[in-house]
């Protein structure tokens, strides 16, 4: 058994990992021929992600993906530990496994994902749900063949390395479309912010080499794909671990000239942002007008008690610079309210942040506190009915502002790439915008997987309604 712990995933000494390239035991090839597997994903699309590549080995393993979990023969959940409310949906999850195991005895429940990397969620498998199969970190997911097979013999097997392992490359992947995919550019995040679980449960920063990078642009450019989105925790950061002169804006630059159509990337750090970044999505027409700039807060003070590296004002100029280089720019962000010690002021700072930025989508939480991060040890937590009645004004805000950039649009033409049926209007269908945002459409001979001009003719809070040329 292997059990992971926060001290060791913190400490800062330099770790030689090696890429190396998945294989697969011969001898697990089809293993499972005839048996069926649910996966529940929760989270943001790391997870999404690293869920693709499991099912395309639980694939190898011969299982068969089906939808109703309580036929499947594995249960999987790949879970989140960003809030509270995440663990309680997976062990809400866990809680009905149990129910169904008693039922049937043969089923196979593994858990993976970033709350297998929490110590004490490690130790409440141990305690209740002993009768899982498997428990396996972020770091060595690969594994779940090896401790899947041995857990029928053995019982349940916890595999969690505390640390980031070596970087794996060629793994198989089973994406979910055929014309948006997401390639991993780096893993992990030094920033550490102080409310953060993420440093501790995906590890330190480790950039993919850029050769293995564009070849798997490429491969997706003659697969027809027409969407890639450049996925790390903190993209802005990317090569700084392995290139003097190489980080995002360098690699953007080569996948622009790849000939994709649309080239999406998340999550930017405002820390991180460097001319050339800017000016090579300022300059290249495949590089979509759409940036993630988590904000968090508008208060100086909780910026620097959540260990932000940036100020206010210096968030502000980066915006303007952002919004001047890049026409038609959309920006996102993420806002957390109640952080401990904020006052009506700081968050008052934060609301006059929106009325500046004007954000055309922002996620916004109520601070919830992660075991084992800085935070929790701060005085002064903010009251529940305080941080729920912050976030309340803060989502009639930022949703006044979504509604407003959408009306500007109404009237122009913009291009869509096509998705499926709208699920909201018969005869209808549905797509995303350059600039990220969801259009229900009409129009003839529309194809999914393909970009069309679509004349915007109504503007909603979170939509667009419009109709192909
Ligand atoms: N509480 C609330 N929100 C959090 N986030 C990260 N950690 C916490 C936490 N402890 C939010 C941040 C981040 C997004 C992915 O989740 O806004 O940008
Ligand atoms: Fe967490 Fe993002 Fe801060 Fe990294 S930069 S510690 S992922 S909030």
Same mark, same amino acid.
């Given at each position: 058994?292997?059990?992971?712990?926060?001290?060791?995933?913190?400490?800062?000494?330099? /770790?030689?990992?090696?890429?190396?390239?998945?294989?697969?035991?011969?001898?697990?090839?089809?293993?499972?021929?005839?048996?069926?597997?649910?996966?529940?994903?929760?989270?943001?699309?790391?997870?999404?992600?690293?869920?693709?590549?499991?099912?395309?080995?639980?694939?190898?393993?011969?299982?068969?993906?089906?939808?109703?979990?309580?036929?499947?023969?594995?249960?999987?959940?790949?879970?989140?530990?960003?809030?509270?409310?995440?663990?309680?949906?997976?062990?809400?999850?866990?809680?009905?496994?149990?129910?169904?195991?008693?039922?049937?005895?043969?089923?196979?429940?593994?858990?993976?994902?970033?709350?297998?990397?929490?110590?004490?969620?490690?130790?409440?498998?141990?305690?209740?749900?002993?009768?899982?199969?498997?428990?396996?970190?972020?770091?060595?997911?690969?594994?779940?063949?090896?401790?899947?097979?041995?857990?029928?013999?053995?019982?349940?097997?916890?595999?969690?390395?505390?640390?980031?392992?070596?970087?794996?490359? #060629?793994?198989?992947?089973?994406?979910?479309?055929?014309?948006?995919?997401?390639?991993?550019?780096?893993?992990?995040?030094?920033?550490?912010?102080?409310?953060?679980?993420?440093?501790?449960?995906?590890?330190?920063?480790?950039?993919?080499?850029?050769?293995?990078?564009?070849?798997?642009?490429?491969?997706?450019?003659? #697969?027809?794909? #027409?969407?890639?989105?450049?996925?790390? #925790?903190?993209?802005?950061?990317?090569?700084?671990?392995?290139?003097?002169?190489?980080?995002?804006?360098?690699?953007?630059?080569?996948?622009?000239?790849?000939?994709?159509? /649309?080239?999406?990337?998340?999550?930017?750090?405002?820390?991180?942002?460097?001319?050339?970044?800017?000016?090579?999505?300022?300059?290249?027409?495949?590089?979509?007008?759409?940036?993630?700039?988590?904000?968090?807060?508008?208060?100086?003070?909780?910026?620097?008690?959540?260990?932000?590296?940036?100020?206010?004002?210096?968030?502000?100029?980066?915006?303007?610079?952002?919004?001047?280089?890049?026409?038609?720019?959309?920006?996102?962000?993420?806002?957390?309210?109640?952080?401990?010690?904020?006052?009506?002021?700081?968050?008052?700072?934060?609301?006059?942040?929106?009325?500046?930025?004007?954000?055309?989508?922002?996620?916004?939480?109520?601070?919830?506190?992660?075991?084992?991060?800085?935070?929790?040890?701060?005085?002064?937590?903010?009251?529940?009915?305080?941080?729920?009645?912050?976030?309340?004004?803060?989502?009639?805000?930022?949703?006044?502002?979504?509604?407003?950039?959408?009306?500007?649009?109404?009237?122009?033409?913009?291009?869509?790439?096509?998705?499926?049926?709208?699920?909201?209007?018969?005869?209808?269908?549905?797509?995303?915008?350059?600039?990220?945002?969801?259009?229900?459409?009409?129009?003839?001979?529309?194809?999914?997987?393909?970009?069309?001009?679509?004349?915007?003719?109504?503007?909603?809070?979170?939509?667009?309604?419009?109709?192909?040329?």
């Amino acid at each position: 058994m292997l059990k992971p712990n926060f001290k060791e995933a913190r400490s800062i000494d330099k /770790r030689d990992y090696q890429t190396k390239e998945f294989t697969l035991d011969p001898a697990y090839q089809n293993y499972f021929l005839g048996k069926t597997y649910f996966i529940k994903t929760y989270g943001c699309q790391m997870n999404e992600h690293d869920s693709e590549n499991i099912e395309a080995i639980l694939e190898e393993l011969g299982f068969k993906k089906i939808d109703d979990y309580s036929k499947a023969d594995l249960i999987l959940l790949n879970t989140c530990s960003i809030r509270e409310n995440a663990h309680n949906k997976a062990f809400g999850m866990l809680g009905r496994c149990k129910h169904l195991k008693e039922e049937n005895p043969h089923l196979m429940v593994g858990l993976c994902g970033c709350m297998s990397q929490e110590e004490i969620v490690v130790d409440e498998v141990l305690k209740n749900y002993s009768w899982m199969n498997f428990v396996v970190g972020t770091h060595n997911f690969y594994d779940i063949p090896r401790l899947l097979v041995s857990s029928l013999k053995e019982g349940l097997q916890v595999e969690v390395y505390s640390r980031e392992k070596d970087l794996i490359e #060629q793994m198989p992947v089973s994406r979910k479309t055929s014309y948006k995919a997401y390639v991993n550019i780096i893993y992990g995040c030094d920033k550490f912010c102080t409310y953060c679980i993420v440093p501790y449960t995906r590890g330190r920063q480790r950039s993919r080499e850029k050769e293995a990078i564009l070849n798997e642009v490429k491969d997706l450019v003659q #697969q027809g794909y #027409q969407e890639v989105t450049l996925l790390g #925790q903190n993209v802005n950061a990317y090569g700084k671990d392995l290139y003097d002169n190489y980080g995002l804006g360098e690699l953007l630059e080569d996948v622009a000239h790849l000939s994709i159509s /649309r080239i999406r990337f998340v999550t930017s750090h405002p820390w991180d942002f460097n001319e050339k970044m800017i000016n090579v999505i300022s300059k290249y027409k495949n590089i979509m007008p759409s940036i993630h700039l988590p904000v968090q807060s508008g208060s100086n003070r909780i910026l620097k008690l959540m260990g932000r590296r940036y100020t206010k004002e210096s968030y502000l100029e980066l915006v303007k610079k952002l919004k001047d280089k890049i026409p038609r720019l959309a920006l996102s962000t993420d806002i957390i309210v109640g952080f401990p010690s904020e006052s009506e002021e700081d968050f008052e700072e934060t609301l006059s942040l929106v009325d500046i930025c004007k954000f055309d989508n922002a996620f916004t939480f109520i601070y919830s506190p992660r075991v084992g991060t800085p935070a929790t040890k701060l005085k002064d937590q903010v009251a529940e009915k305080v941080k729920e009645e912050r976030l309340k004004r803060l989502n009639e805000k930022v949703n006044h502002y979504f509604l407003e950039n959408n009306q500007a649009l109404v009237g122009k033409t913009i291009d869509v790439l096509v998705e499926g049926n709208s699920l909201k209007q018969k005869d209808a269908y549905f797509g995303y915008t350059d600039t990220n945002k969801l259009v229900n459409f009409t129009g003839e001979n529309i194809e999914v997987g393909k970009i069309v001009p679509v004349t915007i003719t109504c503007a909603k809070t979170w939509s667009l309604d419009g109709r192909a040329k």
